[in-house]
């Protein structure tokens, strides 16, 4: 008796749903490895296309690598529940989703992962109510999985995590806390933007289009995540944001609350490192208009140290340090008393409406000696409208207009 006959002989058993799978996924990596290599051994190259981030994720970890961690059992058992989403019957299905949500989020990343990827599974079902239950099942374990991985944040890194949403909330992460720091406040700030976010890390969603200057998350996922560094693709974006800075910002002034807190060291790490090159005027502009005395205090000290500096940012320093009240702006003013420096400004910024032809034959022509002596007579309770400079205007920023100071 031959060895074929005694093989046909033989009565097939039927095969479990567990063996067909394990068959099923043989012969695809047998197939796959077909199509690779040409009939004479040599690699057939060909252009594979490129595989997204949700094509990726899950599918192939649970086959290769979590299917190894977990024991047959238990993968036997997610199988049977995962089936029962196509049953006929609505309330297995509604209890089953339930059991499998509860599974996914109570458990382990291997245990999430292989219910994940079989619920995918389910894309290819012909009944439209199972796609629409696994497809809503999926969205659930991920909000379920996104809101505990960013509860679980702590200034310590998660090293060599498995956990996808784990690497990259980590990476988000580090990226908001060099420029918010790494306390228990940037945390807080830090997990209500990424809430907000989802587990897609849909940014957009968590900053208003229409007014930003109203939720701290705004602000927070604006200055910390949304604005990119430096680069030219990014300018319109810069742009906005220093329209938006330059407006009035209430939440962010005071430092009340821990959130406003956050906030504030945002513009100050914004202006301190300043990835968007901005002007010391736009940098001491928004430093003024949020209130934060300190980041005023050095930015004056950075211009007053500096050799050649601008004539018109020097008066600017002074009249920011003015209202701040800075300690050593009173030796600065009596050292410009005898600047006679002209502070350029542009034609239409004159006062009286000075046009081009007149200019800069105008009757307002502020100096830096005129911009001293003002803040001198101010500091002693002077006016200085009866002492000549009667074309003072007031500015809710400087306190006074540049160009409106002089005789």
Known sequence: MTTASFVSGVKRLPSSPKFAQRRKLRRLIAASACMAFSTNGAFVSAD???????QTSFEEASYFGTDQRLPESEL????????????DSAVIRRLTADRL?????SGDAATCEAILCRLRGLRVSFSLETRQLANQLVER???????????????????????ILDRELDQWWQQFSQRAGEDKEAIGQFQLVALTAGPDWHWNAAVATQDAQTGHEDWSCLLGIKVPDCGIRYVPAAKKLQKKLLATCPNSIGGRTSTERVVGRLIDSTI???PYGWSRETCLGIALTHQRSELVTELCE???DTPGVRVRELALSLLAADRMNHDGLPERLTECLNDQRVITVLPGQAHFGVGEADWPHSIVVPRISDVAQYLLWKREGVDARQHGMTAIQADPVWGVRLESIGR
Do not use: F, M
Not at 76 to 87: C, G, K, M, P
């Open 101 to 105: 949500y509860s599974k996914a989020s």
């Open 302 to 304: 950075r211009i007053w």
């Open 141 to 163: 374990i991920r909000l379920a999985c996104h809101q505990q991985s960013v509860a679980a944040l702590s200034p310590s890194p998660w090293g060599d995590s498995g956990d």
């Open 76 to 87: 036997a058992q997610i199988d049977r529940n995962v089936s029962l989403l196509e049953s």
């Open 272 to 274: 301190r490192r300043n």
């Open 48 to 54: 594979q296309p490129k595989q997204t981030k949700n």
